[in-house]
């Protein structure tokens, strides 16, 4: 990895880090001001429908299909002709973005009736009161991550590390201003401009790459064509998360609080995979596509699988870690205000649940975006369906011994099937994925983060005998077995010679 890769991850993963610490700080202020109460069910359910509507219409297709025709067409035919298709393009986006918008808004009351069908009257009319207010956020969205590919394509990937930073920042910074005054009805309000700023912050880049907004629609564009065809599969690989989302807000709807804890502990869960994983994606990704628009495979592959081993050192200690650390974790984050012990036990179970396919998340999260670098959308969206069916078919027989617990232990097993099935997929329509050396390097991590759990586990059994579990008594478990993990980890693979924390040593 060059030097300027480096310096970009590293601000990327700084950038990431800290927008996502907002995150969990703008989550705490939502806790604290409306605990699990049906205000925070409503809010919760009325941010999920627009996102998941979009989700559904449009999502993560944007970048995902952009990026690799955009690239191909600056090999080929150079930038004019690129920046025409990236105006076709973002023309697309935004008549679907407000169609969606302006049906959502219509059918509000129906939307969250499905969605959540176990509402009381109460808690589905703020939901729907709730929702109307954000659905144009997905007018914003279509646009950010129709700029984020653009930008992304021509190297640059600080502008929109930062969209997410500048945008919790909006939200915090409601809750002390107006958060009394307006209540849930202002951050509805807020939510909207939140994403907005994530437009009119990359405007300045843009300029800059000589890209100018002139949206226009036409279907009959032949590298429109090309971009349909490869979201076609991909849009309904995207469907995954959504209709998780869609099943587990259901069922949770049925019980007391079970939307706003799923949704707490999901969304740490996010924070906590997303900060390495999307950084390691998001910027292999548009490499991954110039390397097999310019048909170099050895690099391609040789990226994929560095990729896949530096994912696999971060998140296998940090997958272990919250499996055993949920219940003290989310007291140290939410327990706070109107967020009671009981609901930090209960949510920290769900959060250990979920991170259990951690591993199963970062995996396929790489494997797709390496198969959309080689415009096949095809397998993925095979895979993601088969692993849909298994989240399902789960969510509905676990959740009915182990409520929300069930739950979030269903979507860790679909993501684990999901990175499964891609891996498979790919070794055999690709050949080998690692070396010799690749998979000695993988058996030393997986090795080195076994023996960190079982330390972690006999330190945290000790700790919770001796420290009382308040907050304050959590926040000390945390960090103390945080840091033991880490040394022991970080250790263990020095001292069995995992290559890549060799090198960071040397460097260091």
Avoid at 82 to 106: E, K, Y
Avoid at 139 to 162: M, R, Y
Avoid at 410 to 418: D, E, F, M, P, Q
Wanted: hydrophobic letters at 50%; aromatic letters at 10%.
């Amino acid at each position: 990895m060059s030097n300027k890769m480096l310096k970009t991850a590293g601000f990327m993963t700084i950038a990431t880090l800290l927008a996502k610490v907002l995150g969990m700080f703008r989550d705490m202020l939502i806790a604290a001001y409306f605990s699990t109460s049906y205000v925070s069910d409503a809010y919760m359910t009325a941010t999920k429908l627009p996102t998941m509507l979009f989700d559904l219409a449009i999502g993560g297709v944007i970048t995902a299909s952009f990026i690799p025709v955009f690239n191909g067409i600056i090999q080929k035919k150079g930038k004019d002709e690129a920046m025409s298709f990236a105006n076709h393009f973002v023309g697309m986006v935004m008549t679907v973005s407000v169609l969606v918008a302006v049906m959502g808004i219509l059918f509000a009351n129906p939307l969250i009736n499905f969605l959540a069908p176990d509402f009381d009257v109460k808690t589905h009319d703020l939901a729907a009161q709730l929702s109307s207010i954000m659905f144009p956020m997905i007018i914003f969205t279509g646009l950010a991550f129709s700029f984020v590919g653009i930008l992304q394509s021509f190297g640059e990937f600080n502008i929109p590390s930062i969209m997410s930073l500048v945008s919790n920042l909006t939200v915090i910074a409601y809750f002390p201003i107006f958060g009394k005054k307006f209540g849930v009805h202002g951050l509805a309000v807020t939510m909207l401009i939140a994403w907005s700023l994530q437009v009119i912050i990359q405007i300045p880049a843009l300029k800059k790459t000589g890209y100018k907004f002139r949206p226009r629609l036409d279907f009959k564009d032949l590298y429109i064509k090309e971009a349909l065809i490869l979201a076609g599969p991909l849009l309904i690989s995207t469907w995954v998360s959504p209709l998780y989302s869609i099943v587990n807000t259901r069922i949770a709807s049925g019980i007391a609080g079970g939307v706003t804890m799923l949704e707490y502990a999901n969304r740490l869960y996010t924070v906590m995979v997303g900060v390495f994983s999307f950084v390691v994606t998001n910027l292999i990704f548009p490499r991954l596509s110039v390397s097999n628009a310019s048909e170099n495979y050895e690099e391609a592959n040789e990226l994929l699988s560095t990729s896949i081993k530096a994912i696999l050192i971060i998140i296998l200690p940090l997958m272990a870690g919250l499996v055993i650390l949920g219940r003290p974790v989310i007291s140290v984050v939410y327990e706070h205000g109107s967020f009671t012990t009981d609901d930090a036990i209960k949510t920290g179970t769900a959060l250990s649940c979920y991170c259990v396919g951690m591993i199963g998340f970062s995996l396929n999260e790489m494997l797709s975006k390496a198969f959309f670098s080689k415009k096949n959308s095809k397998t993925p969206m095979y895979n993601a369906i088969a692993s849909m069916l298994i989240n399902i078919m789960l969510a509905y027989l676990l959740s009915a011994r182990f409520g929300i617990y069930g739950l979030a232990f269903a979507t860790a097993c679909g993501s684990t099937a999901n990175a499964l099935l891609n891996y498979i997929a790919m070794r055999i329509k690709y050949g080998k994925i690692f070396k010799k050396s690749d998979i000695i390097s993988i058996v030393k991590t997986v090795t080195s983060a076994v023996v960190m759990s079982i330390a972690v586990i006999l330190i945290y059994y000790r700790l919770s005998q001796l420290i009382s579990h308040s907050v304050g008594g959590n926040l000390i478990i945390c960090a103390v077995c945080g840091a033991v993990g880490v040394i022991v980890y970080f250790a263990l693979c020095l001292i069995l010679g995992v290559d890549e924390i060799k090198k960071i040593a040397k460097r260091g």
